[in-house]
């Protein structure tokens, strides 16, 4: 008997809206951060992304209930205007706060960035940690940087207090250089925050905490005398005192 469920030979292809730009109408790609007509920021809407997943961070399509990347439930995910009226650093949009899980983000609706309280990170991270520890690190491959205009660095103020922010790579080995005011919190691109916990799941801090006992372990120590200089081999035996200390300092000079 015939099946009336047709092959996928058969099947019409499947027609894909193109990304619009909100503020053009103009045509762009997945990953842009700016209209390539405008030069308008694109809104997270326009891209067709909505809600942070609270596992991995990946941005997950409008509408979903369950994250695409790792299967997490996303839940309900309220936004609310910040009312400091605070600007993004990265391209002037408008921010807003949104809560993930039992998290409170403020998010820039046109870039994707990101501004978390340096104690929510490494809440995040531990937790990516344990996971990668339970699933023995077997993970899919960080997902790529986001696109950039230019190589340019660009020291950026800070939503709060609006003093520049100090950049460094978050981990020591992360690779994902992050801008940080250490009284009010740190700022992540699009996607850096996704990045950066795969990098814990996948091992890396783990990686970068061994690197630096061996580090540690293969540094010599240097025995000092009284007066703060080196000591030399034969000053180190009994009898060695503050007159062949001062002797061993003239022979310097």
């Known amino acids: 008997m015939a099946s009336d469920r047709p092959s996928p030979r058969d099947s019409s292809p499947v027609t894909v809206a193109p990304l619009r730009c909100g503020n053009c109408g103009g045509s762009f790609q997945e990953g842009d951060l700016a209209c390539p007509w405008c ?4 809104a997270l809407e326009d891209r067709g992304r909505s809600h942070v ?3 991995c961070a990946l941005r997950a399509p ?3 209930t369950w994250c695409p990347g790792c299967g997490e439930r996303l839940g309900d995910q309220p936004l609310a ?3 400091d009226a ?5 391209c002037a949009g408008e921010l807003r706060d949104r809560v993930v899980g039992t998290h409170a983000l403020t998010e820039c609706g046109d870039c ?5 309280a340096a104690t929510v990170l490494d809440e995040l991270c531990s937790a990516a940690e344990r996971a990668g ?3 023995g690190h077997a993970l899919p491959p960080m997902p790529p940087p986001a696109s950039r205009t230019n190589d340019r660095i660009v020291y950026r103020a800070c939503p709060a207090c609006r003093d ?3 950049r460094r790579n978050h981990g020591g080995s992360s690779g994902v250089v992050v801008d940080t005011c250490r009284p009010h919190g740190i700022w992540l691109d699009h996607s850096e925050l996704e990045r950066l916990l795969a990098w814990v799941r996948a091992g890396g801090t783990e990686r970068e905490r061994q690197r630096r006992i061996e580090r540690a372990r293969s540094a010599e120590p240097v025995d000092r005398n009284p007066l703060g200089l080196p000591l030399e081999r034969e000053a180190r035996e009994p009898g060695f005192d503050l007159l062949e200390a001062l002797s061993w300092l003239l022979r310097l000079s």
Request: aromatic share 4%; with cysteine.
């Open 39 to 42: 030069n308008a920021g694109i």
């Open 53 to 55: 997943c609270a596992r």
């Open 62 to 64: 409008v509408g979903a």
């Open 81 to 83: 205007p910040r009312a």
């Open 86 to 90: 605070a600007r993004c650093p990265a």
């Open 112 to 116: 994707g960035g990101l501004w978390l």
């Open 133 to 135: 520890i339970a699933s």
């Open 164 to 166: 520049l922010m100090m």
